[in-house]
Structure formats: structure tokens, C-alpha cells
Nanobody
Framework: QGQLVEAGGGLVQAGGSLRLSCAAS????????MGWFRQAPGKEREFVAR????????EYADVVKDRFNISRDNAKNTVYLQMNSLKPEDTAVYYC????????????????WGQGTQVTVSS
């Protein structure tokens, strides 16, 4: 997989919404399982969501379930993260990730990483 480039981060008030996107270069996007991690200051990177190759299966961390939605458009080589009902504790750098395997949710299991995009939720 080539480069992953995130976009869509920013500052939003609590209760608001943001949509992150991640554009992948290369021709093998549809062969990758894609996902999102996040890292808040002073904390470890944590799993947020992931999606299988076709987009038919998704998984979410419990803390974002029912508020976030991951989707992908293989024709556009892009994965999205729609974030609703945002809370101050969602403040973090969000990373787009890719993997050839549907394994665990540990960061080490995802070989491809974007540079991250900052999401800040004010109270």
C-alpha cells in the first residue's frame, strides 16, 4: 500500500460532528483492511474502528460505538470516519491505518499509517 493521507480534522464544540477522510495512493487499496486509531496527549494509541475489504463488516471501540461510523469507497481509494456527538475526551490525533490481515486491534498489527490529523473537541 502506498501513502495514507488524512484530512478533515479540526476544532469542534462538544456535541458536534466531524468527518475524517483518508486517501490512499497505489492500486491495492481494496486488498487492505482499513481502520482508525487515535492518540491523546500522554496516552497510548488506541483503536477506534476498522472495516473489512468490501466495507460489509465494521468494528468499533466501545467508547465510540453508536457515535462514530467508518466507511470506505474503494473506487476512490478512500476510507472515512464520521464522528458524531463528539466529546472532549475524543480530542486526539487520529491516524488512518491499513493492514493485509484481519487480526487483533493492536497498533503493531497495522503496517500502514498516515501522518495523523488533529481533532480537538471543546467543552
Amino acid at each position: 500500500q502506498g501513502q495514507l493521507v488524512e484530512a478533515g480534522g479540526g476544532l469542534v464544540q462538544a456535541g458536534g460532528s466531524l468527518r475524517l477522510s483518508c486517501a490512499a495512493s497505489g492500486r491495492t487499496f481494496s486488498t487492505y483492511y482499513m481502520g482508525w486509531f487515535r492518540q491523546a496527549p500522554g496516552k497510548e494509541r488506541e483503536f477506534v474502528a476498522r472495516i473489512n475489504r468490501s466495507g460489509g463488516t465494521t468494528e468499533y471501540a466501545d467508547v465510540v460505538k453508536d457515535r462514530f461510523n467508518i466507511s470506505r469507497d474503494n473506487a476512490k481509494n478512500t476510507v472515512y470516519l464520521q464522528m458524531n456527538s463528539l466529546k472532549p475526551e475524543d480530542t486526539a490525533v487520529y491516524y488512518c491505518v491499513g493492514s493485509l490481515f484481519w487480526g487483533s486491534r493492536r497498533p503493531v498489527d497495522f503496517a500502514s499509517w498516515g501522518q495523523g490529523t488533529q481533532v480537538t473537541v471543546s467543552s
